[in-house]
């Protein structure tokens, strides 16, 4: 029996893209992870934080990221955990009516075709 793979495997020693984390501001040395993760109510440490993300250059990179994966905790991409869960929540509700009426335009489409 013949496969459709080859026998050997290509060598695994191409340069990897650089991952778009490793330019961003909360990788540098100077930052303490704990800075990410401030309690909600102290309105100073989340303000700091987000100060830090305005200047970081793949802040909607770790926005969308953040939101893909559904962070719960912490700042990322310059959004509360409260700012997170509405943008969420929009997200959510937009796809409901997308989808209500992506349904209502096939029924209208049903009513309208002839009965066979």
């Known amino acids: ?13 191409l340069p990897r893209p650089v991952h778009w984390a490793s330019n961003a501001v909360c990788r540098t040395d100077h930052i303490h992870p704990d800075t990410w993760f401030p309690i909600p109510t102290d309105l100073a440490g989340v303000a700091y934080a987000k100060s830090l993300c305005r200047r970081c250059p793949v802040q909607m990179r770790c926005r969308t990221d953040a939101l893909n994966r559904g ?9 509360d955990e409260s700012e997170l869960q509405a943008v969420r929540r929009q997200r959510r509700n937009a796809a409901l009516k997308q989808a209500a009426q992506e349904k209502q335009a096939a029924e209208a489409q049903d009513a309208l075709a002839p009965a066979g």
């Open 71 to 79: 962070e719960d905790f912490g700042i990322w991409g310059g959004l």
């Open 1 to 13: 029996m013949t496969s459709i793979f080859p026998a050997r495997k290509a060598p695994d020693n």
